[in-house]
T-cell receptor, first 112, second 115 residues
Framework: EDKVVQSPLSLVVHEGDTVTLNCSYEVTNFRSLLWYKQEKKAPTFLFMLTSSGIEKKSGRLSSILDKKELSSILNITATQTGDSAIYLCAVDSGGGADGLTFGKGTHLIIQP | GAGVSQSPSNKVTEKGKDVELRCDPI?????LYWYRQSLGQGLEFLIY????????KSGLPSDRFSAERTGGSVSTLTIQRTQQEDSAVYLCASSQRGGRFTEAFFGQGTRLTVV
């Protein structure tokens, strides 16, 4: 059974801090790893990672995949209160579900 | 349409009643997924459609749950004889299959409350 584990499950930091969110996976046939930000109901896409060691960057957010360690990290620098959300990691394994296996998410709270 | 559209956005129903949730995917997206998110939990896969067929229904929690998709577009998720544990946000996503890239776009979800 494919598995995606995120840590920490929740994190409270002060505005301006840097945070690192972790995602590890065990899947039968890895195709890509995706990060989503979920505020209220709908997750919005952040990054898709397919190759190991290549950092993807968007403003203060960046992410990298380590296929040897079967993991990925999402970094957010100079955090702002608007970064408060649940960050979801998902893996596309193209396996039986032919869909995305999601982790439980990291609930990030940025305090002013 | 421009994005994935789900309706209703909120639904309160009495235990034992049937409910129908609707998802209208992005035009041209052949893959459609239903997920469920209970309070404090990650996304739980329910069912996947490729076109009108559902090659994977393994996530449907019981035979009270069914889904269909017609014309390769709109999908409906039906829950019969709802139970309180069915209360959750039901999210629909669509993506373009083909190749290795499977970025999925989500709708705003339907919050179902069974009382």
């Amino acid at each position: 059974e494919d598995k995606v584990v995120q840590s920490p499950l929740s994190l409270v930091v002060h505005e301006g801090d840097t945070v690192t969110l972790n995602c590890s996976y065990e899947v039968t046939n890895f195709r890509s790893l995706l990060w989503y930000k979920q505020e209220k109901k709908a997750p919005t896409f952040l990054f898709m990672l397919t190759s190991s060691g290549i950092e993807k960057k968007s403003g203060r957010l960046s992410s990298i995949l380590d296929k040897k360690e079967l993991s990925s990290i999402l970094n957010i620098t100079a955090t702002q209160t608007g970064d408060s959300a649940i960050y979801l990691c998902a893996v596309d394994s193209g396996g039986g579900a032919d869909g995305l296996t999601f982790g439980k998410g990291t609930h990030l709270i940025i305090q002013p | 349409g421009a994005g994935v559209s789900q309706s209703p956005s909120n639904k309160v129903t009495e235990k034992g009643k049937d409910v129908e949730l609707r998802c209208d995917p992005i035009s041209g997206h052949t893959a459609l997924y239903w997920y469920r998110q209970s309070l404090g939990q990650g996304l739980e896969f329910l069912i996947y459609f490729q076109g009108n067929s559902a090659p994977d229904k393994s996530g449907l929690p019981s035979d009270r749950f069914s889904a269909e998709r017609t014309g390769g577009s709109v999908s409906t998720l039906t829950i019969q004889r709802t139970q309180q544990e069915d209360s959750a946000v039901y999210l629909c996503a669509s993506s373009q299959r083909g190749g290795r890239f499977t970025e999925a776009f989500f709708g705003q979800g339907t919050r179902l409350t069974v009382v």
